[in-house]
């Protein structure tokens, strides 16, 4: 009981502390997650830019013409308590989550068992190479991830009207914010 009145109080006196982490192979959803950053400082929290672990070889990486990877730290699931709220940034994959993320998310299981990550919000954004390459289904996709956790998964919703325009290509959806690659 104590421990959580001690997360709380330090909560309100410094404001939430938001871990914004992160795939990007070419760098797209890495730039996303700047301006994702400056949005949420803007906002009276502290943000972490993390990303997630490579599963990739430096030999495929290099043949898909990959650039460098940025010097953000790659986060860990011991890492993941310290954090009041979480924002990921995930390309679509074939309409989905990349398996980086997958595979991150399946060594959460002591997260899981101990309940750490209950109550604890979560949003998503999106790159994705088409309009209809997962601007939905990769947030869809990501729900059930969060809701084993018993985390409470926090939309864009539809509050901007340009997320119905269809006068110019643009990412986003009711799931997140996105952009096109």
Not at 51 to 60: G, R
Not at 168 to 174: K, L, V
């Amino acid at each position: 009981e104590n421990d959580a009145a001690d997360a709380e109080a330090a909560r309100t006196t410094r404001g939430p502390k938001i871990a914004i982490i992160y795939y990007s192979t070419y760098g797209h959803v890495r730039a996303l997650a700047e301006a994702v950053k400056k949005g949420v400082e803007s906002a009276g929290a502290s943000a972490d830019l993390l990303q997630f672990p490579e599963t990739l070889s430096l030999e495929v990486l290099t043949k898909m013409g990959a650039p460098s990877k940025a010097d953000d730290p790659v986060v860990t699931p011991a890492m993941l308590p310290d954090y009041d709220g979480f924002l990921f940034g995930l390309p679509g994959r074939f309409g989905m989550f990349p398996a980086q993320f997958k595979q991150f998310w399946d060594a959460t299981g002591g997260h899981w068992a101990a309940g750490r990550l209950v109550g604890k919000p979560a949003g998503v954004f999106i790159s994705t190479g088409t309009q209809g390459g997962g601007q939905e289904t990769v947030g869809l996709t990501l729900i059930p991830q969060l809701a084993h956790h018993g985390m409470l998964f926090v939309p864009l919703g539809y509050q901007d009207p340009r997320v119905f325009s269809y006068d110019e290509p643009h990412g986003a959806s009711p799931y997140g914010a996105g952009t096109l690659a």
